[in-house]
């Protein structure tokens, strides 16, 4: 039985009360002073030690090596997007003087992202630091200068406690109200509902399934006041083959896939979970060296029983279906905790015809479509959902001769990768981590990169307002510092 308790109703009004009256402080905190915060999670995160490492180790199975690269991950977040709130481009911040002399005479127009309000953040199970408690997520929102609650994943409850109590003596440290930051627990769905209908939560943010994130999203559309849903619900993120690049070097290539399908035990939100090729000999040499790679690997621990429980479940629905054959698994027996190593084949014809194949088998599993001709590789790549990402292993001439298929896939992914796979995803301002639905319920937004910030913020403009009225990030000398865009100009300096 857990230590940790569903949070109660009463629970949940209290920290959103709380998270209410904090909103007001934090949306007047100054940039400065968000960046405090979060470097000062990071330093606490920096300090947590080899106890927190084995903390973690023992709830979700993850190996040592693994959860210090992931710990330094998410400081360099925390540190990286308080970098960037304090730098302020995120502010959007634009202004267009009056014109006294037009007719009709212009108005002084003014226009900045301004924060949402408390933000209720859904801890992932794969990542238990960098989506988790102090992830993405949480530093984005404090940037844009709101609340956090954060309701921690059941599978790793110990690990989201400790996180969280590093976040409120940060918030302590600092010497801001306790409701800026909140940390609830939950199993039943219930918590996570109440959580996102209560009425002063104004955005969430979800890293995990189809159907926990689209559930939530379905909740916050049937509000009174309906709110943004900021929800990552997975990918199969297919890879295209293309005729010269794989006559090229089949074997490196199925050796590269067989490491980025098998890493981590495949639980990463990017794993290639579908390769789609022409036939061709080219193409058996790929299959053959694939096959062999993924038989030679020795199956790993999964996060925990339930998702390997899931694993286990989709990958045997999706190699009962007709017309799909095992190329390969590994050779090595498995408890019910691990994840087999899977390889499966289908035709393009087959793939087209049955929609369970599109679907994410999460874990170290890829399908590869064989299709009769580029033809069908087009109408494959038509009848694919929205994803994360889209791989495409090509030469030069191969992009020039295929480019209508570029197009399609352009229109399916929010990152397209040329000759790479698709696991790892940089902490940068040019990474765009969402996708069309159903990858993401909005495509608009990443949830990696300092761009992130901006979901969980708003624009408003101020309209004729004194120059002592307005907020600093707009004022004339622009105290800040902050780039902003006068009369269509970008520029850093004050306004005579």
């Known amino acids: 039985m857990s230590e940790f308790n569903d949070a109660s109703i009463v629970e949940i009004n209290e920290v959103m009360s709380a998270a209410n009256s904090a909103a007001s402080v934090m949306k007047k905190l100054s940039l400065a002073k968000r960046a405090e915060l ?3 999670i990071a330093d606490g995160l920096e300090n947590s030690g080899d106890e927190l490492i084995q903390l973690v180790m023992s709830e979700t199975n993850l190996p040592d ?33 009056a014109i006294p002399d037009k007719v009709p005479p212009k108005p002084d127009i003014r226009k900045m992202l301004v924060p949402l309000g408390p933000v209720v953040v859904f801890g992932s199970s794969n990542f238990p630091f960098a989506y988790s408690t102090a992830g993405g997520d949480t530093a984005s929102a404090f940037a844009a200068g709101c609340p956090v609650i954060v309701k921690a994943h059941p599978a790793h409850p110990k690990t989201s406690d400790a ?6 003596q940060a918030v302590k440290q600092c010497v801001l109200p306790a409701g800026v930051f909140s940390h ?31 559930a939530l999203f379905d909740l916050a559309n049937q509000r009174e006041e309906p709110i943004p849903v900021f929800a990552e619900m997975g990918s199969v993120n297919p890879v295209f083959l293309l005729p010269e690049k794989i006559t090229s070097d089949p074997e490196g290539i199925a050796a590269s896939y067989a490491g980025s399908i098998t890493l981590g035990v495949g639980q990463f939100c990017t794993n290639p979970g579908l390769i789609i090729g022409i036939k061709s000999e080219s193409l058996d040499a790929f299959k053959m060296t694939l096959g ?24 045997a629905t999706a190699l009962a279906q007709t017309n799909v054959d095992l190329l390969s698994n590994t050779s090595s027996d498995s408890s019910e905790l691990q994840g087999l190593p899977t390889i499966a084949t289908t035709s393009g014809e087959n793939f087209l015809r049955n929609k369970l194949l599109h679907q994410e088998v999460f874990g170290p599993y890829s399908l590869v479509v064989e299709c009769n001709n580029y033809e069908e590789m087009l109408a494959v790549a038509s009848s694919l959902e929205g994803q994360l990402t889209t791989t495409i292993m090509a030469t030069d001439n191969d992009i020039k001769n295929h480019t209508f298929l570029v197009d399609i896939l352009t229109d399916k992914c929010g990152r397209m990768i040329m000759n790479g796979v698709p696991t790892g995803v940089e902490v940068c301002l040019s990474m765009h981590h969402g996708g069309p639905f159903p990858s993401t319920t ?17 624009p408003v403009c101020y309209q004729n307002f004194p120059d002592h009225l307005l907020p600093s990030e707009l004022q004339n000398q622009n105290p800040l510092s902050i780039n902003r865009r006068v009369n269509d100009e970008i520029k850093a300096s004050s306004i005579s």
């Not at 992931?70 to 003087?97: H, M, N, P």
């Open 292 to 315: 062999s790679q993924i038989k030679s690997m020795a199956p790993g621990n999964m996060l925990h029983g339930g998702i390997a429980k899931a694993y286990a479940e989709k990958r």
């Open 65 to 97: 090596a693994r959860l210090r690269g992931e710990r330094g991950r998410t400081i360099f977040q925390l540190r990286s997007y308080a970098k960037a709130c304090v730098k302020g481009d995120w502010l959007e911040a634009s202004i267009d003087t």
């Open 184 to 214: 609830v627990h939950g199993v039943s769905f219930e918590v996570g509902k109440s959580l996102v209908l209560h009425p002063h939560t104004k955005a969430v943010g979800f890293t995990g399934s189809y159907s926990g994130g689209k």
């Open 38 to 40: 979060m470097n000062a």
């Open 163 to 168: 996180v969280a109590q590093i976040i409120h």
């Open 442 to 458: 909005d495509s608009r937004f990443t949830s990696v990169g300092a761009d992130a910030i901006k979901r969980f913020a708003r």
